[in-house]
């Protein structure tokens, strides 16, 4: 077997103009480190191109800080296919490269030439040889190798037995002590890190769909809890201010639709408010403040659904409506907070061309700019809050980095962040107890024929498999996929997202199985976000909810993906950072090709179960009630069982605890 890029180099592609493309991050390494740099980046290139690909490779470190081999790109719209158009050995060689060609679609990916998916810096791999590379050994991998994939480098084919992972991947994961945006950011330009983000490094992005059923949760719930509309009400007549129409943040719009509100998204990048009105997630943009809130308004008093993008900064949107006494219902924000200062929050005052231009050089004086924009803008929230809104932290870390940016009053104990922030995060007060805690999470499939009628097929199996009577939230499920297929989400694969607990998952997934061996529909990915009840350990995020101070701890991710790969799941991830930023988050995925085996239902059985109860048992022995009485069911019955918390008599520690004061600081 030999698996090289041995051709010669090809020629170098044409950029196809009007595609959006990542902003140059600056150079900034020293001579020893690019000397490293470029000998890691020709190691994919055989000796006798080096002379003609070095100085490219070199220009590319110098313009972008990042050597991304643009010339072994190819040619034209990459897109996810259907499955028999691959080559491969085995059906998961095949499925993967659907799944990684999604992700680098120009209707998906964010910056689809500079490998980026979602979320400013989210890549597949970190460069086109990687990428080549990848799909080579996917072409070769057969049911009895296992492919290792670390940070975009394919490691190899490994032996490996038919019920073992095809694919593991990691991204990022770095030693502790070097655990740092600093350091990450010097190991990403030597070309040895990348950020998987979540489901771009972990080849299972959806697109935008993947975060509306979750948007649509979580503001569905925050008005239940917050605006007092009732179990079962909608957000009819309500009004939703955020900001960020990318990647995922680009389901806002559509999410409030969904849940009958209306809304507003400011966004810096008009060619990003373009893609979205194109595809029908906004209705209607403009930069003109005036006419973008009397347009909302008037569909909140009419009680019509409707979403409209302001081009421009959302701190001045904000200016608008406290100068001009605008009551916002829910307010939220979804820039790229994870990563503020490398392009990811545009600062007030700045355009989006200025920005790029600063990001490539002026570095500090951008930097400066952030944190003065980032402190404007929490004083005017606490304003907006100060008038009745309910604001919540939408898992970007946009709290983190308002305490980052030096206003530590944004923290709730004064000191540091460890207990969190003075404003809740959506998790802690909505996702966490109201589904993660029960098991309800971002189970998804995509329907690898690339056929429409799979699809369809599919909803309406998943559909025949809810209760809605069960509880809220399988109504407020059953409600989401009856009318999924309505509402058009599809961007790029034909998939669908579809929060379901535990058994829901597991059920769902033999249903699909079977429906695969009786050839009612082509073969099957399933996978989740990485934004779920187990799979991510993020105290700001993901684990915001769990209060035992085990919240910085990442022993619960890190479970769930060793779990699932040893129950044989098809491909495995865990990464670093994924949606809050490098050290602040472990994070794993996986994914499960439904042939329609027997070998497939026996995976089910196990694995689904686990990827979810994983994280039930963790959060009900942080004594989360939810997840305490979700575990004693499950106690209840012969699956296994869950070591459950005494909890002590409300009074008894804080009595005991205050008699001896005295001993503590
Ligand atoms: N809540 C969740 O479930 C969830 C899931 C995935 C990602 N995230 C996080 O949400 C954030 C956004 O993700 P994404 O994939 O949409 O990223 P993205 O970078 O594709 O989109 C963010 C958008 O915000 C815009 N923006 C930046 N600063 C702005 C400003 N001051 N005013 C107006 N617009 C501004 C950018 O132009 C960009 O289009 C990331 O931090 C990501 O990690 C949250």
Request: hydrophobic share 35%; with cysteine; aromatic share 10%.
């Amino acid at each position: 077997m030999d698996i090289y890029l041995k051709d010669p180099p090809p020629k170098y592609p044409i950029f196809i103009e009007g595609i959006r493309r990542a902003p140059s991050r600056g150079f900034r390494l020293s001579k020893p480190q690019t000397e490293t740099a470029l000998k890691n980046a020709l190691r994919y290139v055989p000796n006798e191109y080096h002379e003609q690909i070095a100085p490219e490779f070199l220009d590319e470190l110098f313009k972008y800080g990042r050597i991304y081999a643009y010339r072994y790109r190819p040619e034209g719209r990459i897109f996810g296919k259907p499955i028999d158009e691959y080559k491969g050995q085995c059906i998961e060689g095949k499925a993967f490269q659907v799944m990684i060609d999604n992700n680098l679609d120009f209707e998906t990916a964010l910056y689809p030439y500079e490998l980026i998916t979602y979320g400013e810096t989210g890549a597949v791999c970190q460069n086109w040889l990687q990428y080549r590379l990848i799909k080579k050994y996917l072409e070769c991998l057969t049911d009895r190798q296992t492919l290792v994939i670390e940070s975009g480098h394919p490691l190899g084919l490994f032996p490996s037995p038919a019920s073992a992972p095809r694919v593991i991947i990691t991204n990022a994961l770095m030693v502790g002590m070097f655990d740092t945006q600093e350091h990450w950011e010097i190991a990403q330009q030597m070309g040895v890190a990348n950020y998987g983000q979540m489901t771009a490094g972990g080849w299972m992005y959806i697109g935008p769909q993947g975060i509306v059923h979750g948007t649509y949760n979580a503001l569905l719930n925050a008005g239940r809890m917050k605006l007092n509309i009732g179990e079962g009400g909608d957000l009819k007549g309500k009004l939703f201010v955020t900001s960020g129409l990318g990647g995922m943040s680009g389901a806002q719009g559509k999410a409030m639709e969904i849940a009958g509100g209306a809304a507003i998204i400011a966004e810096v990048d008009e060619s990003r408010i373009q893609t979205r009105y194109n595809q029908g997630w906004v209705r209607g943009y403009s930069n003109d403040l005036k006419q973008v809130f009397s347009d909302a308004c008037a569909a909140q008093r009419d009680g019509k659904p409707h979403s409209v993008a302001y081009h421009g900064n959302i701190v001045d949107l904000l200016k608008y409506a406290i100068d001009n006494d605008i009551h916002i219902d829910l307010l939220s924000d979804q820039t790229s907070c994870h990563a503020p200062y490398d392009g990811g929050y545009c600062p007030q005052g700045v355009t989006f061309a200025e920005r790029t231009e600063m990001l490539k050089n002026d570095r500090e004086g951008f930097r400066e700019l952030v944190d003065n924009s980032l402190r404007k803008h929490f004083e005017y929230i606490q304003t907006i809050v100060g008038r009745g809104t309910y604001f919540f932290d939408y898992g970007n870390s946009f709290l983190k980095a308002v305490y980052d940016a030096g206003v530590t009053d944004v923290s709730k104990n004064g000191v540091d962040e460890k207990d969190g922030f003075i404003f809740p995060s959506y998790v802690e007060d909505i996702m966490g107890p109201e589904l993660f805690d029960y098991g309800y999470g971002p189970f998804r499939w995509v329907c690898l024929s690339g056929r429409d009628e799979d699809l369809t097929k599919t909803d309406a199996a998943a559909l025949s498999m809810i209760n809605p009577n069960r509880r809220g939230q399988d109504r407020d499920n059953y409600m989401w996929i009856r009318d999924a297929e309505k509402n058009k989400m599809v961007v790029g694969t034909k998939a669908r997202i579809l929060y379901q607990d535990g058994e829901g998952r597991r059920d769902i997934a033999l249903k699909f199985n079977d429906m695969v061996r009786k050839n009612e529909v082509g073969p099957i990915m399933l996978g989740r976000d990485h934004h779920d009840v187990s799979g991510t350990d993020s105290p700001f995020r993901e684990t915001a909810n769990i209060k035992d101070g085990s919240n910085i701890m990442a022993d619960m991710a890190t479970q769930c993906f060793a779990g699932n790969a040893a129950r044989g799941m098809s491909l495995v991830a865990l990464h670093n950072g994924g949606g809050v930023g490098i050290g602040k988050s472990i994070n794993g995925g996986f994914g499960l090709v439904l042939d329609g085996s027997g070998r497939v239902d026996e995976i089910i059985k196990s694995a689904m179960m686990w990827d979810v109860y994983g994280g039930v048992a963790r959060r009900a022995w942080a004594r989360n009630v939810n997840s305490i009485s979700t575990s004693e069911k499950y106690n209840s019955g012969d699956n296994g069982h869950i070591t459950l918390p005494f909890i002590p008599e409300d009074g008894l520690v804080e009595n005991l605890i205050n008699k001896h004061r005295e001993n503590i600081k």
